[in-house]
């Protein structure tokens, strides 16, 4: 090879590394632009392990997933359909969540950890949903049309669970870590096993406090409070039953209702955190 020859195949090698360096800057510009503040927000709102906004941007591949997502599905609807898959597939390479680009995802999305996590393409997903890895929003179905589910706002799908067929999970419901849900789950229900079961209302609105959405599920006097206060309004709910039965029997129990401490489990619960 003569010097000439050499020097060129230099130029190139260095000509090619610059259009590379030049395509990833220009995509991660991109990104950088389509990431909204609430974005990276409801990461430090979500996430206590979160510290700062550098890291946030740089250490969280939900956030990279969900801002790879608006640019995908922007191709998707615009016609661009192999574009939008294959920048979704290079985002599931590089973070581990697969988010077909024809879903429908809502604001302050937050995806936690994130690896495993599989969204096909006729899910819709309301605001403020999160979920944690090895979550499925995955359809029972090949036929065409809407064969996912519909999360509505508010929703916490717990690690491993599996959202399956063209359900509806109400706002603010809770899946359980590793449930099969594949009914409809009710507003502010809870969710949990295989195939999944809705968890007792009564017990719930007592105030046990899911992981994932109190800012103290760590410390054990909140939980031990939570459970004070859960037990409370069981025994409540028992006295209450009493009275009822003594009435029947013609006993007035007016005095004792109108004695009654007004006893509102929520408003504590929400002291607690
Ligand atoms: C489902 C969940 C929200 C329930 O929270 P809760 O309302 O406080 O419920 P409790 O802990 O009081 O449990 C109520 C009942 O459900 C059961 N249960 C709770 N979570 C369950 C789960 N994931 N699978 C099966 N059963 C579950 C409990 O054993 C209990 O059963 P019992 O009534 O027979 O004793 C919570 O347990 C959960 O799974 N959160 C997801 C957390 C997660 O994925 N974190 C990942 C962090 S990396």
């Given at each position: 090879?003569?010097?000439?020859?050499?020097?060129?195949?230099?130029?190139?090698?260095?000509?090619?590394?610059?259009?590379?360096?030049?395509?990833?800057?220009?995509?991660?510009?991109?990104?950088?632009?389509?990431?909204?503040?609430?974005d990276v927000n409801c990461v430090f709102d979500r996430d206590p392990a979160a510290r700062t906004t550098?890291e946030v941007m740089?250490c969280y591949p939900g956030l990279?997933?969900r801002?790879?997502?608006?640019?995908?599905?922007?191709?998707?609807?615009?016609?661009?359909?192999?574009?939008?898959?294959?920048?979704?597939?290079?985002?599931?390479?590089?973070?581990?969540?697969?988010?077909?680009?024809?879903?429908?995802?809502?604001?302050r999305f937050f995806i936690d950890h994130g690896?495993?996590?599989?969204?096909?393409?006729?899910?819709?997903?309301?605001?403020d949903?999160t979920l944690y890895h090895?979550?499925?929003?995955?359809?029972?179905?090949?036929?065409?049309?809407?064969?996912?589910?519909?999360?509505?706002?508010?929703?916490v799908?717990?690690a491993?669970?599996?959202?399956?067929?063209?359900?509806?999970?109400?706002?603010?419901?809770?899946?359980?870590?590793?449930?099969?849900?594949?009914?409809?789950?009710?507003?502010?229900?809870?969710?949990?096993?295989?195939?999944?079961?809705?968890?007792?209302?009564?017990?719930?609105?007592?105030?046990?406090?899911?992981y994932g959405i109190g800012n103290?599920q760590n410390?054990?006097?909140?939980?031990?409070?939570?459970?004070?206060?859960?037990?409370?309004?069981?025994?409540?709910?028992?006295?209450?039953?009493?009275?009822?039965?003594?009435?029947?029997?013609?006993?007035?129990?007016?005095?004792?209702?109108?004695?009654?401490?007004?006893?509102?489990?929520?408003?504590?619960?929400?002291?607690?955190?």
């Amino acid at each position: 090879m003569t010097l000439e020859h050499s020097i060129m195949a230099v130029l190139a090698i260095i000509g090619g590394l610059a259009v590379l360096v030049l395509c990833a800057g220009l995509l991660i510009a991109l990104l950088v632009y389509v990431t909204s503040r609430e974005d990276v927000n409801c990461v430090f709102d979500r996430d206590p392990a979160a510290r700062t906004t550098f890291e946030v941007m740089t250490c969280y591949p939900g956030l990279h997933a969900r801002v790879v997502h608006r640019v995908s599905h922007a191709l998707w609807k615009s016609g661009f359909k192999w574009p939008a898959r294959f920048l979704s597939h290079l985002a599931r390479s590089v973070t581990g969540i697969e988010i077909h680009p024809g879903a429908t995802i809502g604001r302050r999305f937050f995806i936690d950890h994130g690896m495993g996590v599989v969204i096909g393409e006729t899910a819709e997903v309301g605001d403020d949903v999160t979920l944690y890895h090895g979550v499925t929003l995955g359809g029972t179905s090949w036929k065409e049309g809407k064969r996912h589910p519909t999360l509505g706002n508010g929703v916490v799908v717990g690690a491993g669970a599996k959202v399956l067929g063209p359900i509806l999970v109400g706002d603010n419901a809770k899946i359980g870590s590793n449930a099969v849900v594949v009914k409809d789950v009710p507003v502010g229900a809870t969710a949990v096993g295989v195939p999944a079961r809705i968890l007792d209302e009564a017990r719930k609105a007592a105030g046990f406090n899911p992981y994932g959405i109190g800012n103290d599920q760590n410390d054990p006097f909140a939980k031990a409070i939570h459970g004070l206060l859960g037990h409370s309004m069981v025994v409540d709910q028992r006295l209450e039953l009493i009275l009822a039965h003594l009435e029947k029997l013609g006993i007035n129990v007016d005095d004792d209702r109108a004695t009654a401490d007004k006893f509102d489990p929520r408003h504590l619960n929400k002291i607690v955190d």
